[in-house]
């Protein structure tokens, strides 16, 4: 297996205040860092503590060490670290997961991404520092991992990206954003069962109504085991899908923004409000529909339209 490099890990405030000390008695220097309640560098280790959550980001060659040697025993109190097959025997057996990205974003796809992974590959990533795209705090290192999931041997991905145009039409179709999830879900697991037919189970993110992904699956796709459970992005499969869905999202976005030049943004904060009215003033109100997703109140407060629900 190779060795750890990158390890990430949620703390409680009281860990993220017990620490800082420590690595100052371990001889690491601290520097200021964006987002982080402070980071620190020693050769071959950087610890950085984000403000989000809190959760500690250990990176180098020296990551294993400083995990099984410090930051297990003297701060978290457990050790995991290796014994991951023996705490998680899940997240090691053959299986699919899937994740999506865009659905909370005014501009830009729904893009759905599954991925199969087995014992070998679930620890390649893990070594590797996959974990849940809402976790990864740059485009460049979402990239940067998207290119080493595509790359590793014996991993099976599907990404399907629903433009706004397409979204537009489907929505209104199925009348409600669960069911249009659901069909995505459903069809990248089951375009992944036609490479992986012997493949037994699938795991994704709960599901408002679990019955809906189950209902939206085809006859191949009713044969396997599906599993829908909340943060499911700890799953290193679900994780990958996260980070695939991720960059093919912030990819159309960097794409359009060039052809439409108008910088879309994402979120759906009142900046993104700002740029839908400058995309209506240089392409006119029809544009909007191609770039973004007409359900949300956004779109009818730039277009001067009565609200409806998002």
Request: hydrophobic content about 40%; glycine content about 8%.
């Amino acid at each position: 297996m190779p060795a750890v490099t990158s390890y990430t890990k949620p703390l409680t405030a009281e860990q993220a205040a017990k620490l800082k000390p420590l690595l100052d008695q371990q001889g690491f220097r601290f520097e200021p860092k964006p987002y982080c309640l402070y980071a620190a560098t020693k050769t071959g280790c950087n610890v950085l503590v984000y403000e989000k959550g809190p959760k500690v980001l250990v990176q180098g060659k020296g990551t294993e060490d400083f995990v099984t040697m410090v930051l297990e025993p003297m701060i978290l109190q457990k050790a995991e670290l290796g014994y991951e097959e023996v705490l998680h025997p899940e997240m090691f057996a053959p299986h699919i997961g899937v994740d999506e990205s865009g659905k909370g974003d005014f501009f830009g796809p729904l893009v759905i991404a599954g991925v199969y992974v087995d014992g070998r590959v679930a620890k390649h990533l893990q070594a590797e520092g996959v974990m849940d795209s809402k976790r990864i705090g740059t485009d460049k290192k979402i990239f940067a991992l998207a290119k080493v999931i595509r790359e590793t041997p014996g991993l099976l991905h599907e990404v399907i990206v629903v433009g706004p145009k397409r979204y537009n039409e489907m929505y209104a179709s199925f009348g409600n954003l669960n069911r249009l999830l659901a069909w995505g879900h459903a069809r990248v697991i089951e375009n992944l069962l036609e490479r992986k037919p012997d493949c037994p189970q699938a795991i994704s993110d709960q599901f408002a109504n679990p019955a809906v992904l189950q209902r939206a699956l085809k006859e191949r796709g009713k044969q396997i085991d599906l599993v829908q459970r909340t943060k499911a992005e700890s799953d290193p499969a679900v994780a990958a899908a996260s980070i695939l869905a991720r960059e093919a999202f912030v990819r159309w976005l960097d794409e359009n923004s060039a052809k439409l030049d108008v910088h879309l943004q994402k979120g759906a904060s009142a900046e993104v409000k700002a740029r839908a009215k400058e995309l209506i003033a240089k392409h006119g109100a029809d544009a909007l529909a191609s770039a973004a997703k007409m359900h949300f109140k956004t779109a009818s407060e730039v277009l001067g339209l009565p609200l409806t629900d998002e």
